[in-house]
């Protein structure tokens, strides 16, 4: 695959004599240094090396699942003009072997640590979260976007009923702070915005990748082994955008917004659109150092935008129909 495609070369001013800037946000009783993350899946421990984690707002790690999974055949990943497709399919290891290793390594980068729990029934959950309710990490975020066997392979989300479910069985697992990554498939994202809230939630993610597929007209078939994936990268930004303004109008939750960031300015509109926090994936394929560099240019960006506390962008859009009336 190719690394060019989703590569953004914008860089902001350097932040030498700019005022100090407070980059710090809360998401529930968990402050973070400032909101930039990792996307889940997209960043791992053996990335370390290559970005100074430590100046990130927290790490996600991979989605952790009950039982051991070899993920999706290959070919699990293609380029697409401005993103990418991917079915990888959320190997994972295994509670248990992620748990006795430490985490998967994740607990020795220096930065707070939020556990992407999967399942294919709401038992599997809950059975992760009972492995790990006392692991010294940060918060929990369930990925109710997993399809739900229970449910004839539906993700989660699409029930609110369900989905709430799943989430309050969570919550009175754990104290952390727990976080529900929706898939943006729903047909009304604030009701599931709302369950959410309702079963205890400390914040909601928006979004998982969007559902596609790439086909090879010469061989007659699919460019994934596994037919269909998720399109993520600046292509879905716009789409993701609109998602977290949708949330966050639907319930006073903080919501941590994702899809398509690849710059300081992209953070902004998200943060002004919104979201709390950001998750950043698909760019990190080509750039792993993206993410510091964003956080080392966030203080220049508050300063053009006249704000000496990034919290002070959240949920600022003003639309015209607010302003007529």
Known sequence: MKATAFVDETRSPATTGVPPVDLSVGLGDLTLANPVM??????GPELGGLTRVEALGAV?????????????????ITELPHGMLNSVGIP????VPFREAGLGGYAGLGAPVVVSVGGL??????????????SPHAAFEVNVSCPNLERGGATLDTDPRAMGEVVAGVVAR???????????????IGDAVRAARDAGATAVTV????????VDAQQRSSALGNETGGVSGPIVKPLALRLVWLAARAADI????????????DVAEFLVAGATAVQIGTATFARPHLMAQIVEELPALAARLGVACLAELIGTL????????
């Open 38 to 43: 990792p996307a889940s899946g997209c960043f």
């Open 60 to 76: 996600v790690t991979k989605t952790v699942f009950v039982h051991a999974r070899p993920g999706n055949p290959t070919h699990r």
């Open 92 to 95: 994972s290891a295994g509670v």
């Open 121 to 134: 029934s709401a038992q599997e959950y809950w059975d992760v979260v009972d492995e790990l309710s006392e």
């Open 174 to 188: 754990s104290a952390k702070p727990v976080f529900v990554k929706l898939s943006p498939q729903l047909q009304t």
């Open 207 to 214: 979004c998982n990748s969007f559902p596609g597929m790439a």
């Open 254 to 265: 903080p919501v941590i917004g994702c899809g398509g960031i690849r710059s300081a300015s």
């Open 318 to 325: 003003s639309t015209q129909s607010e302003d007529q009336r």
